[in-house]
T-cell receptor, first 113, second 112 residues
């Protein structure tokens, strides 16, 4: 089955620890994206990548880092510098081009205490 | 002003009713438009793209008004299973990248 997978579904971490969220797609999409969603707010773009070995900051990149070493994979690291890391994190992918819709993975709920 | 604005609702409607949502956007350079559906604690899923001429998919009809910068979604013969949050999404090229801007969503509750 083609799709996007994210793991784990739920993640709990202590404050001060870095944590890496996994995102894998087998849709052969060039572009991949990371969003976070907080209650009462729309999705906000953290980072995106249009091609392997290249990525750009989104609207709220501070405290996050990414890598894109393979077309299929786009892991997100939430660092201890991120002030409010508890959120629902969504990974998406798409073909490149303006008219192409994005497809989302099931998300990871991160709770930092 | 938010880039994409939606009435958060909730819209509580009886089964079988027709319900319409509007969404306004501020970036006149926006070129692609979508409606996504998001169930509670799940990922957004594409409901339909919105074309300039308007488009229909079963009970769902989407319209675009570029002059007034709004898009709409009409749901006919509402089903209980239509209960969800509907996200208005606008796409524009920005800094060489393909950027989607999401509204905060309109919550629909279909009741017996």
């Amino acid at each position: 089955d083609g799709g996007i997978t994210q793991s784990p579904k739920y993640l709990f971490r202590k404050e001060g620890q870095n944590v890496t969220l996994s995102c894998e797609q087998n849709l052969n999409h060039d572009a991949m994206y990371w969003y976070r969603q907080d209650p009462g707010q729309g999705l906000r773009l953290i980072y995106y990548s249009q091609i392997v070995n290249d990525f750009q900051k989104g609207d709220i990149a501070e405290g996050y880092s990414v890598s894109r070493e393979k077309k299929e994979s786009f892991p997100l690291t939430v660092t201890s510098a991120q002030k409010n890391p508890t959120a629902f994190y969504l990974c998406a992918s798409s073909m490149t081009g303006l008219s192409y819709e994005q497809y989302f993975g099931p998300g990871t709920r991160l709770t930092v205490t | 002003r938010k880039e994409v604005e939606q009435d958060p609702g909730p819209f509580n409607v009886p089964e079988g009713a027709t319900v319409a949502f509007n969404c306004t956007y501020s970036n006149s350079a926006s070129q692609s438009f979508f409606w996504y559906r998001q169930d509670c604690r799940k990922e957004p899923k594409l409901l339909m793209s919105v074309y300039s001429s308007g488009n229909e998919d079963g009970r769902f009809t989407a319209q675009l008004n570029r002059a007034s910068q709004y898009i709409s979604l009409l749901i006919r013969d509402s089903k209980l299973s239509d209960s969800a949050t509907y996200l208005c999404v606008v796409n524009a090229i920005e800094g060489g990248g393909n950027k989607l801007t999401f509204g905060t969503g309109t919550q629909l509750k279909v009741e017996l």
